[in-house]
Nanobody, 115 residues
């Protein structure tokens, strides 16, 4: 079964850091384009960062310079390093990928930044 499992969320003070992980099951090919999204209460889900199959990355303007997306091909895992966290970064963070016409979402991990 194709699954993505996020981990690493939690409660952190403003200015702190967290690293989120998105681990893909064995049925998901490695090196796929994968994105991190977030959804805050009452808001639409938005793209935060994305890494392509070729390793190119792009970020939402609101997180540029603070967040870094990376991958470990051997572990088929994508990471999101979040530094200088702000209260407005509070949200449920999801990873998403797609292959063979399928879109796969993880279950989400909560990030709460206290001011």
């Amino acid at each position: 079964q194709a699954q993505l499992v996020e981990s690493g969320g939690g409660l952190v003070q403003a200015g702190g850091s967290l690293r989120l992980s998105c681990a893909a099951s064995r049925s998901i090919p490695s090196m796929l384009t994968t994105g991190w999204y977030r959804q805050a209460p009452g808001k639409e889900r938005e793209l935060v960062a994305r890494i392509t199959s070729g390793g190119s990355t792009d970020y939402a303007d609101s997180v540029k310079g603070r967040f870094t997306i990376s991958r470990d091909m051997a572990k088929n895992t994508v990471y999101l390093r979040m530094n200088s966290l702000k209260s407005e970064d509070t949200a449920v963070y999801y990873c998403k990928t797609g292959f063979g016409g399928r879109v796969v979402w993880g279950q989400g991990t909560q990030v709460t930044v206290s001011s």
